[in-house]
C-alpha cells in the first residue's frame, strides 16, 4: 500500500511540473510535442526528416531522451539544430521521462528564439503516457510492423495522445496487416484522436504531417504586446 | 529519496521470490523461460508457432501478460494448451509482471504433468528486465524493422537475458538493417548471449530454435526418485 500511495504522489508532483511547463512555454510562443512510442517505430528518423524540411522556416530544439547512448543525439545535431540529451540511466534507468527533467533540459535553449520543442521520449508504450511532460501535444508513432492491435493492448498511451502516426507504410505489401482495423483500434481508445500515416524512408505522406506543424506553430505565435506609453502628470 | 529507497525494497522483494520461483519450478522439472519484447516484435506468434511444433511431445502452459486485453490468450487457446493471463490494468497499468504474479498464476496449472511453462510478458524493452521472474531463462525477442542498435540504447533487457531472438528475418530485404552489427551490439553488452535467427511467420530459422529448447527440457527432467523402503525392525 506503501508503495502504491508513494507512486500515486510522484505523479501529482509530476503533473504539477507538466502544468507549470505548459504555461511556461506557452508565454514563450513555443509549439512543444512530445514524440513517444515503443523503441524502433521509428522516432529519431521521423525527426530528423521533420526538422530538415522545417529548420529554414523555423528555429527547432530538441530534447532527447534514452536510457543509455547519445547516438540519436549525434544524428540530429548533425542537422544543425541544437540538442539536449538526457541520459535516464543516470536517473537508474526510467522508462520515461519526468517534467521536472524538460524543464532543466530546457533552460539550455534560448528559448526567446524558438519556435518549436521537439522531446524525443524514451522508447517505451507504458510509462511514458504516465508522465506528463507538459507540451501541447502528445504524439504517439505506430509502425507497421507492430501489429493493429497495439492500441487495445497499450490503451493509456492512445488515450493521453492527441496525435497518432502511423509509420513505415513503406513496408506494407509486406506485411499481414489490416491498417484500416489499426485505426479502428485506436479510434475506440480515443474518438477525438487525429491520424496520419505516412513512411519516414520514403517521405509518402510527409506533407500532411509538416502543414499540420506549420499551421499549429502559427497558432503558438504570441501577438506582439502593445506598449502602452504612461504619461507622468506632473 | 524515498521513493528510491522503496523502489529498491520492492526489487529486493522480488528477486527473493523469484529465486523461490526458479527453485520450486526446478523441483517440479519443468523447463520455464520469460519471453520479453517490445510491443509488436512477435511473441506471442513464435509462441503459437513453438508450442504447435511441441505439444504432442511435450505438455505446455503459458501465463500471458498484458496490461490490457486477453486476445493473445485466446490465440494461444486454440492451441489446446493451458493459458493463464494476468492483466496489469487490474495493477495500476504496469509495464511488467512481479515474480509473485507469477507464482500465483503457475498454482492454476497442473503443475506434475507440465513440462515446459511459457511466459509472456508485458510488451516492454525496459522494465521486465528489472524484474525477474524466477524462470530459467530470460529469453529477448528484437525484430529486424527495431533497428540494430536497439542492445546499446536498451543494455539490461540484453544483459539479463540468456537468449535473443532476432525475428523477421523475412523482411530482411525491405529493410535498412545489418543484422550483423544488431548481433554485435548485443554482443558487447552480454558476451554470453545466445542469438537465433527466424522468423515466425515463414518458420525459416526455426529448427535451431525447437532443438534447443527440446535440448533443455530433457536436462529438465528429474530422475525418478529411488524409493527406499525402509524396513521396520520390530
Redesign the interface.
Known amino acids: 500500500m506503501?508503495?502504491?500511495k508513494?507512486?500515486k504522489k510522484?505523479l501529482a508532483a509530476n503533473d504539477a511540473i507538466a502544468e507549470l511547463n505548459l504555461k511556461f512555454f506557452a508565454e514563450k510562443g513555443i509549439l512543444t510535442m512530445d514524440i513517444m512510442s515503443?523503441?524502433?517505430s521509428g522516432k529519431t528518423l521521423i525527426l530528423e526528416k521533420t526538422i530538415a524540411r522545417l529548420k529554414d522556416k523555423y528555429k527547432c530544439g530538441v530534447i532527447e531522451g534514452?536510457?543509455?547512448?547519445t547516438?540519436d543525439s549525434v544524428r540530429l545535431q548533425k542537422l544543425g539544430v541544437e540538442v539536449v540529451q538526457i541520459n535516464t540511466d543516470a536517473f537508474?534507468?526510467d522508462?520515461h521521462l519526468e517534467a521536472e527533467w524538460i524543464k532543466d533540459a530546457a533552460l539550455n535553449f534560448d528559448l526567446d528564439n524558438l519556435d518549436i520543442l521537439f522531446v524525443e521520449n524514451?522508447?517505451?508504450?507504458?510509462?511514458p503516457a504516465?508522465f506528463q511532460t507538459g507540451m501541447d501535444f502528445n504524439i504517439v508513432i505506430l509502425?507497421t510492423?507492430?501489429?493493429e492491435?497495439?492500441p487495445?493492448?497499450?490503451?493509456?498511451m492512445f488515450r493521453e495522445s492527441q496525435v497518432m502516426i502511423i509509420n513505415?507504410m513503406?513496408?506494407l505489401p509486406?506485411?499481414?496487416i489490416d491498417v484500416k482495423l489499426m485505426k479502428d483500434n485506436a479510434k475506440k481508445i480515443n474518438p477525438e484522436l487525429k491520424i496520419l500515416s505516412l513512411s519516414a524512408?520514403t517521405e509518402e505522406g510527409f506533407d500532411e504531417w509538416i502543414e499540420w506543424i506549420e499551421t499549429e506553430v502559427e497558432k503558438k505565435k504570441v501577438p506582439l504586446r502593445i506598449k502602452v506609453q504612461e504619461k507622468k502628470s506632473d
Do not use: R
Not at 534514452?66 to 547512448?69: A, E, F, L, N
Not at 487495445?152 to 493509456?156: F, S
Open positions: 506503501t508503495e502504491i508513494i507512486i510522484v515503443s523503441p524502433g534514452d536510457v543509455s547512448t547516438n537508474g534507468g522508462c524514451v522508447g517505451n508504450l507504458v510509462c504516465e509502425s510492423p507492430e501489429g492491435d497495439k487495445v493492448k497499450y490503451p493509456l513505415k513503406d513496408l509486406y506485411l499481414d524512408k
